[in-house]
């Protein structure tokens, strides 16, 4: 029998293994559609010690898998949970950054509230990190995949990455459930854009090449709190737009000096064109994006901000004619405003709408020209869009929109 001393010794040999094994495991939660196929893929991978498939992001607590089905659609009042999978791996058998390469070409991180046909806020792609150095790879890895993935012609990454608050494990009958069921759904999401060599550097950003927006913040700073909540986060343009600290930007060719934040900085092929310090509302920042991407001698911003009209059966116009199924979105915000399914063909020379989608435009009252009309107006981004007047077929209303300030998704890749 071993004497105290012998025992202390033993005991505290066993304590230091153990706190060293502790320090190798680490946690992450990805979100990349349906969990069933997410779990199963990440369990697979050596390095991971356990997959386990629940909710995670939202904001009300214990969810579960009928909560989150009714919460898919937007809800002003509820931030739902998506559907993720719990990630306990040991750093030194897979790292962080591979780990994390694998859960971006695993699925399509530009398709928004969806994956695939699975559609719904649920189904979100997300990155809830459990520490900084995960953070940084997480905002490393994504600007490199969006080089990749813009240049395989997919547009902006529109994942979730945040500070994981709490993770809710699913239901029991979806825990290993591809394994209990091994002919069930599991699709493959994943766009075939791989990473290379390329390194990474978890503590700076670089031009992306093209029309860029790039947001100066600081720590504690409560305007670049406020404009993310209210502009930012909010965002759907076609323009990539990335938030960083000054110090982090690498490359960039800057006219201004930073003297505050946030700085809004309008950049073409890594030079700046315009930057705007301190805080902008949502109508002001998308009137900057729009001179930005339309130019303010175009017709484009003319119609938007000026107020101007198309000519009749205009260039974008005729473009639009031949348009397959699909919706129209706003050129500035990416807000989809017209859906092809209540479009009809006026004659007048112009788009028509038997409406607008739900919630996307406001109306008001247009006197001018000697004219008593009602202006259709972006909701989001305050664009001057046309009128609405009575005179449809079956007395309904007419939607008579300018084609300028517009932009066409096909069905299949609406980013919900």
């Known amino acids: 029998m071993p004497n105290l001393k012998t025992t202390l010794i033993i005991l505290g040999l066993s304590l230091t293994l153990t706190a060293g094994l502790q320090a190798k495991t680490q946690t992450i939660v990805f979100g990349a559609g349906c969990f069933w196929g997410v779990e199963k893929y990440f369990d697979h991978l050596d390095g991971v010690k356990s997959a386990r498939s629940g909710y995670a992001g939202g904001n009300y607590e214990n969810p579960s898998y009928k909560k989150v089905l009714k919460y898919r659609n937007n809800n002003k009042k509820v931030v739902n949970h998506t559907e993720a999978v719990e990630v306990v791996y040991d750093d030194t058998k897979i790292s962080t950054e591979k780990l994390i390469k694998s859960f971006w070409e695993l699925h399509d991180p530009t398709q928004g509230?969806?994956?695939?046909?699975?559609?719904?806020?649920?189904?979100?792609?997300?990155?809830?990190?459990?520490?900084?150095?995960?953070?940084?790879?997480?905002?490393?890895t994504k600007e490199l995949y969006q080089k990749l993935l813009k240049k395989a012609g997919y547009g902006t990454v529109t994942t979730e990455i945040k500070a994981l608050k709490k993770f809710y494990p699913a239901e029991a009958y979806h825990q290993n459930y591809l394994a209990k069921n091994p002919f069930g759904y599991c699709p493959n999401h994943a766009t075939g854009v791989k990473f290379?060599?390329?390194?990474?550097?978890?503590?700076?950003?670089?031009?992306?090449?093209?029309?860029?927006?790039?947001?100066?913040?600081?720590?504690?700073?409560?305007?670049?709190?406020?404009?993310?909540?209210?502009?930012?986060?909010?965002?759907?343009?076609?323009?990539?737009?990335?938030?960083?600290?000054?110090?982090?930007?690498?490359?960039?060719?800057?006219?201004?000096?930073?003297?505050?934040?946030?700085?809004?900085?309008?950049?073409?092929?890594?030079?700046?064109?315009?930057?705007?310090?301190?805080?902008?509302d949502e109508k002001t920042f998308y009137k900057a994006v729009g001179a930005f991407k339309l130019g303010k001698e175009s017709e484009g911003y003319d119609v938007a901000f000026k107020k101007k009209t198309d000519?009749?059966?205009?260039?974008?116009?005729?473009?639009?004619?031949?348009?397959?199924?699909?919706?129209?979105?706003?050129?500035?915000?990416?807000?989809?405003l017209f859906d092809t399914r209540d479009r009809f063909n006026s004659g007048s020379g112009w788009l028509s709408f038997f409406k607008s989608v739900k919630g996307s435009t406001m109306e008001k009252k247009d006197n001018t020209l000697g004219m008593k009309r009602v202006e259709i107006i972006a909701k989001r981004s305050?664009?001057?869009?046309?009128?609405?007047?009575?005179?449809?077929?079956?007395?309904?209303?007419?939607?008579?929109?300018?084609?300028?300030?517009?932009?066409?998704v096909p069905r299949e890749k609406i980013k919900k």
């Open 113 to 140: 509230n969806r994956q695939g046909n699975d559609r719904g806020n649920n189904y979100r792609s997300a990155l809830y990190y459990t520490n900084e150095t995960q953070h940084k790879i997480a905002l490393a």
């Open 196 to 280: 290379g060599n390329e390194k990474i550097n978890i503590t700076s950003i670089s031009p992306l090449g093209g029309k860029e927006i790039v947001v100066i913040d600081a720590e504690h700073c409560r305007f670049c709190e406020k404009f993310k909540a209210k502009v930012t986060d909010h965002y759907k343009g076609t323009i990539p737009l990335r938030t960083a600290h000054q110090e982090a930007l690498k490359g960039f060719k800057l006219k201004s000096k930073i003297q505050g934040t946030p700085t809004i900085i309008f950049i073409e092929d890594g030079k700046e064109v315009e930057a705007y310090t301190g805080y902008m």
């Open 311 to 336: 000519g009749r059966f205009c260039k974008q116009y005729e473009q639009f004619k031949h348009t397959g199924d699909g919706v129209f979105v706003d050129k500035i915000s990416g807000e989809i």
């Open 382 to 408: 305050g664009a001057h869009l046309g009128h609405v007047f009575n005179d449809a077929p079956g007395g309904k209303q007419r939607f008579c929109i300018n084609a300028t300030v517009l932009e066409f």
